[in-house]
């Protein structure tokens, strides 16, 4: 048992991470000495207390390289407006992102309005969203993404830019016929 061996031979380990790249969720396990070697009734050994958690990266202060569709590191799409699920200006994902936003679009009139049209109104600003123009760098949803191109109205895509697991649900050489320049 891990946490036995740490207690009998008095190890003490403050953090240890280990990335687990399937769910893009990190596993935290953190061990603690919180007692007095001297009288905590372990002959001498300290106390130790452990604790596991499963925490979104995205909370934490290490850093995770997300990838693009051609598997190299993914490039900012967008810090003016500020786009992303998590608005770092990147189309990152993870499990919290249901709409899965990784597709590095550059706006087009015709685009924006077969959106609206259809529900999800991107050019009129709110006081949480700018509103977006032709032109304009942002994060679609894959599958509204796909819906345009269904209905030859697919923004152009900045590949760089647009996250891998958009290879889920679009095929790569789909969005490289949309490829902005």
Same mark, same amino acid.
């Given at each position: 048992?891990?946490?036995?061996?740490?207690?009998? $031979?008095?190890?003490?380990?403050?953090?240890?991470?280990?990335?687990?790249?399937?769910?893009?969720?990190?596993?935290?396990?953190? @061990?603690?000495?919180?007692?007095?070697?001297?009288?905590?009734?372990?002959?001498?050994?300290?106390?130790?207390?452990?604790?596991?958690?499963? @925490?979104?990266?995205?909370?934490?202060?290490?850093? *995770?390289?997300?990838?693009?569709?051609? /598997?190299?590191?993914?490039?900012?799409?967008?810090?003016?407006?500020?786009?992303?699920?998590?608005?770092?200006?990147?189309?990152?994902?993870? $499990? *919290?992102?249901?709409?899965?936003?990784?597709?590095?679009?550059?706006?087009?009139?015709?685009?924006?309005? *077969?959106?609206?049209?259809?529900? $999800? /109104?991107?050019?009129?600003?709110?006081? *949480?969203?700018?509103?977006?123009?032709?032109? /304009?760098?942002?994060?679609?949803?894959?599958?509204?993404?796909?819906?345009?191109? @269904?209905? $030859?109205?697919?923004?152009?895509?900045?590949?760089?830019?647009?996250?891998?697991?958009?290879?889920?649900?679009?095929?790569?050489?789909?969005?490289?016929?949309?490829?902005?320049?």
């Amino acid at each position: 048992d891990f946490f036995n061996n740490v207690q009998n $031979n008095k190890y003490l380990i403050d953090k240890t991470i280990l990335n687990d790249t399937s769910d893009n969720n990190i596993l935290k396990i953190s @061990i603690s000495n919180n007692s007095n070697e001297h009288n905590n009734g372990l002959n001498g050994a300290s106390k130790i207390n452990g604790k596991m958690e499963k @925490i979104n990266k995205h909370n934490s202060n290490e850093q *995770f390289v997300q990838r693009n569709v051609y /598997d190299t590191e993914l490039q900012s799409c967008s810090l003016d407006p500020l786009t992303g699920f998590y608005r770092t200006g990147k189309c990152e994902t993870d $499990n *919290f992102d249901n709409g899965v936003h990784t597709v590095c679009s550059v706006m087009s009139d015709e685009f924006l309005e *077969f959106s609206k049209a259809n529900g $999800n /109104d991107l050019s009129s600003s709110t006081p *949480f969203f700018p509103g977006l123009k032709s032109g /304009d760098h942002w994060c679609l949803c894959a599958v509204r993404w796909k819906e345009a191109a @269904i209905n $030859n109205v697919a923004p152009k895509v900045h590949l760089q830019a647009t996250h891998k697991k958009t290879l889920h649900y679009i095929d790569l050489n789909e969005l490289e016929k949309h490829k902005a320049l």
